[in-house]
C-alpha cells in the first residue's frame, strides 16, 4: 500500500514522542531513564518551544510521574508518560491504581532488563514483570509501528467503552535507537482521528466525588469483575481502531501478526523487534522448501485468544522465544501463556520455548534457524523441556 | 450477601463513590470492643474529650441535676455510631469522669 505522508528518517524515540505531538498530549509527567530518555527529552523540548500546548512535569521520580499521570487523567488531560526498566518497576504500586481508577493515558515502555546484574540493555524483563496491571499492551515491531501506535492507544485508551491505560512496547536501543523512516501523516488528520476525551467522572471542585475509596470485602470482588470485563472487551474497540486507521492512513494492524505462517508447520513466535530478525530466518528456510511460518503477539493485554488459534492453525511445533523468564517456575512468560491457552485443544501443538535476547545479547537469523532445528528434534523425540536458555554458556 | 450491595455491572465507574459526603452513613462504631462510660456526676463539661475524640464522636447530652463545679445542665455524652472505643478521651478526661468498660456480646 502506497504511504500516505511524508516519509522521513529518524530516530524511533523521537518518533514516539512526534507521536505524542500529533495526538496533541496535554500532560506529560516524566522522568527520563536509559534507554527511553530521548522521548521525554524531545517531548520536553517540543513544549518548551511551543510546538504542543501541554503541561511538562518534571517530577522527581518515576513513583511520582505515574501518581501525576492519575491526578492529570482524572482531571480529564490527554495524558502521557515512558519509562524503561527500573522506573516502571518504581511505578509498580501506581499502576494498579492507574487501570482500577479507569483513568485512560499512554505509556511507552522502552524494554530493557532488571539489576542486577546492572545492564541497560533490552529485554523483556521489565514489562513482564508488569504483566497483571490490568493495562492494554502493546508490542511494537519496528519505527513506524511505534508511532503509529502512541496514537492508536490513545484512541483506544480514552474510548468511553474502554477506559483503560494502554502501554506501547519498544524494544530498548535495537528499536528506540535505531534511526527508521518513519512516514509522517499530517497533523490535523491525526487529531481529528482522536476526538477530545471525555471523561465519564472527572476531578471537579464543583462536583466532589470519591476517587479510589476503600474496597471493603464485598466491593473489591465487583470492582475487580467490572473492571476485567472491560479489559477484555477492549479488544473490539482496538479491532474497530485498527480498522479505521487502515481506512485513514492506509497501514492495518493486527492483535497477532502472521508471516508465511498459512499451512506452516513449524511457527515461530515472537514479541516485538526480534520479529524482524526473525522474518529473514523464516526466508532463508522457506527457500529450503520447509514449512517455517512467523506469528507475532502484537496485543499481549487482552490476549487475543481467538486470533491467536487461528494463527496457529495446524501448526504441529510452535517455537516460543522469550525474552524475560519467570526464574523457578515455567520459564518464558510468553510460552507459559500460549501454552496454557492451547492446553484444551485438540490437536494441540508441541510448544518449545526458548529464553533469549536477555539483557541485550543479539539474536541473529542463524539463532531462529538454529532453534527451530532443536525445536524439531524435540519434538520429534517427544521429550520437550519445558524451556531452555538459549545460547548459554555451559 | 445483602441485596443493597451492586452487581459488577451497577458498580459507578473504578468503584467511585458519586454522593459526597456519605462517609457518615458507615458506622465505625460496629469496631469497638471497649466501651467509654461517663459518669454524669463527675464531668464539668469542659470538653477535653470532644478536643481529642479523633472521631469526632461526643456529643451534649442533658443532665438530671446540677453539677456543684459546672453551669452547665449539659454533659459529654457519646455517639456510638462512630465511637470506636480507643480510650483517649477516658486516658485525657481531668476529673476521671470517663471510664473504658468491655462491649458485651
Known sequence: MAARGKRVGMEVSIAVAEAVKY?????IAAYPITPQTHIVEHLAEIVADGELDAEYIPVESEHSAMSACVGSSAAGARTFTATSSQGLALMHEILFIASGLRTPMVMSVVNRSLSAPLSIWGDHTDIMAERDIGWIQFFAENGQEAFDLVIQAFRVSEHRDVLLPAIVNLDGFNLSHVIEPIVLPKIQKV???IPPYEPVYRVDPDKPLCFGPVGIPEIYTEAHMQQNEALKDSKTVILEVWEEFAKKFGRRYRPVEGYRAR?????????????????????????????VGLIRIRLWRPFPFDEFYEA??????????????????????????????????????HVVNFIGGLAGRDIRAVHFEEM???AIAYAESDSVPIYEMFGVRE | ???????????????TILEPGNASEYHTGEWRSMRPKTDENVCITCGVCWLFCPDSSRKLAPRQKKHPESPYMQYYDFDFNYCKGCGICARECPTGAIVMVAEEG
Request: aromatic share 4%; charged share 30%; glycine share 10%.
Open chain 1, 23 to 27: 495526538s496533541d498530549a496535554d500532560v
Open chain 1, 191 to 193: 487529531r481529528d482521528f
Open chain 1, 263 to 291: 499451512g506452516a508447520e513449524v511457527l515461530l513466535v515472537t514479541q516485538g523487534g526480534i520479529s524482524e530478525t526473525a522474518r529473514i530466518a523464516v526466508d532463508r528456510m522457506r527457500e529450503q522448501g520447509r514449512k
Open chain 1, 312 to 349: 496457529v492453525g495446524k501448526a504441529k511445533v510452535l517455537v516460543v522465544v522469550d525474552r524475560a523468564i519467570s526464574m523457578g517456575g515455567i520459564g518464558g512468560p510468553l510460552a507459559a501463556e500460549l501454552r496454557t491457552a492451547l492446553y484444551h485443544r485438540d490437536p494441540r501443538p
Open chain 1, 372 to 374: 527451530t532445528n532443536k
Open chain 2, 1 to 15: 450477601m445483602s441485596a443493597k450491595w451492586p452487581t459488577w455491572k451497577e458498580l459507578p465507574l473504578g468503584a
